[in-house]
């Protein structure tokens, strides 16, 4: 093995973590521009560029959860996702381990460093599982600063 391989090694960590920021960002803007289509249609259109189903799925179900966690600061939220698959199996994991989730936090701090669109932003917000738990908990007379979510809980999908 040369230098040149031991050079190529050590940049395909860098390639991949761009590619990753890379369709985060195009799954950002197609979430800020979707205004009536199914989550299936966003999960597709995200997919047609990733080429992975897998991660589009998850690029859907994780950004809306990191905007209200940047945007809803004063709510206490769980550091846990429980995934439930098609055949009711459960697996618990931390999101603070979870490196798509901590790449999604590093660009959508980049993007709030910027110009921000309110209408873009409520896109996102509003496919937000525990964003709408919160709305629903305000409505109700909470006080944003007692609010305490349980874990993000994500439906793997079918295939």
Same mark, same amino acid.
């Given at each position: 093995?040369?230098?040149?391989?031991?050079? /190529? /090694?050590?940049?395909?960590?860098?390639?991949?973590?761009?590619?990753?920021?890379?369709?985060?960002? &195009?799954?950002?803007?197609?979430?800020? &521009? +979707?205004?009536? *289509?199914?989550?299936?249609?966003?999960?597709?259109?995200?997919?047609?560029?990733?080429?992975?189903?897998?991660? +589009?799925?998850?690029?859907?179900?994780?950004?809306?959860?990191?905007?209200?966690?940047?945007?809803?600061?004063?709510?206490?939220?769980?550091?846990?996702?429980?995934?439930?698959?098609?055949?009711?199996?459960?697996?618990? +994991?931390?999101?603070?381990? &979870?490196?798509?989730?901590?790449?999604?936090?590093?660009?959508?701090?980049?993007?709030?460093?910027?110009?921000?669109?309110?209408? /873009?932003?409520?896109?996102?917000?509003?496919?937000?599982?525990?964003?709408? +738990?919160?709305?629903? %908990?305000?409505?109700?007379?909470? %006080?944003?600063?007692?609010?305490?979510?349980?874990?993000?809980?994500?439906? %793997?999908? *079918?295939?």
């Amino acid at each position: 093995m040369g230098i040149f391989d031991l050079f /190529k /090694k050590k940049q395909q960590p860098q390639v991949q973590e761009n590619e990753l920021i890379q369709s985060i960002r &195009h799954a950002i803007e197609i979430m800020e &521009h +979707a205004d009536s *289509e199914s989550p299936e249609e966003i999960i597709e259109k995200i997919g047609q560029y990733t080429k992975d189903e897998r991660l +589009a799925w998850e690029l859907y179900c994780l950004i809306p959860s990191v905007y209200c966690r940047m945007i809803v600061k004063e709510v206490q939220y769980s550091n846990e996702m429980i995934v439930i698959f098609p055949d009711d199996t459960q697996q618990k +994991a931390l999101l603070s381990n &979870h490196r798509v989730y901590e790449v999604i936090q590093s660009v959508v701090v980049d993007k709030f460093s910027g110009e921000i669109d309110n209408r /873009k932003i409520q896109n996102i917000l509003f496919q937000s599982s525990e964003f709408n +738990a919160i709305n629903n %908990a305000l409505n109700d007379g909470s %006080a944003l600063e007692d609010l305490v979510t349980g874990p993000l809980v994500v439906f %793997a999908p *079918e295939k």
